[in-house]
């Protein structure tokens, strides 16, 4: 009375889980279209609920209207505002010269090699 596995696929079995599977989702859906009705009709006749206000919530909301607030940023200024704000040096003295590219490029090869001679040494 007992059958044991084939060498195909189980034709029976799959049409039950499939059939068994199609009444669950019809029944879900059937469940969900009940509570969505039951739900509306609930709401209705319930009476909205007072506003109950924690003593709590209250303090701080009062703290918060009391609290300075921080002053806004103008984003843009004017031409004139921008130039006084920038240093200017005197018209009789001379800036210093910028050194070039090359000079900064060997400085930093130099000093690249200096720290690889640390980490050589296991200092860093």
Request: glycine share 4%; hydrophobic share 35%; proline share 7%.
């Amino acid at each position: 009375s007992m059958k044991l596995g084939g060498l195909g696929p189980d034709y029976e079995t799959i049409k039950e889980k499939k059939e068994k599977l199609k009444l669950q989702k019809e029944y879900s859906r059937q469940i969900k279209e009940y509570n969505m009705k039951n739900i509306t009709v609930v709401q209705r006749f319930l009476p909205a609920k007072p506003q109950v206000s924690s003593g709590c919530r209250q303090k701080a909301l009062e703290y918060a209207k009391k609290i300075p607030r921080p002053k806004t940023f103008i984003a843009r200024q004017s031409e004139q505002e921008v130039k006084e704000a920038l240093p200017q040096a005197p018209a009789g003295t001379s800036l210093p010269k910028i050194p070039s590219l090359e000079s900064l490029w060997s400085r930093h090869e130099k000093e690249k090699e200096v720290v690889a001679a640390f980490e050589a040494l296991h200092i860093l």
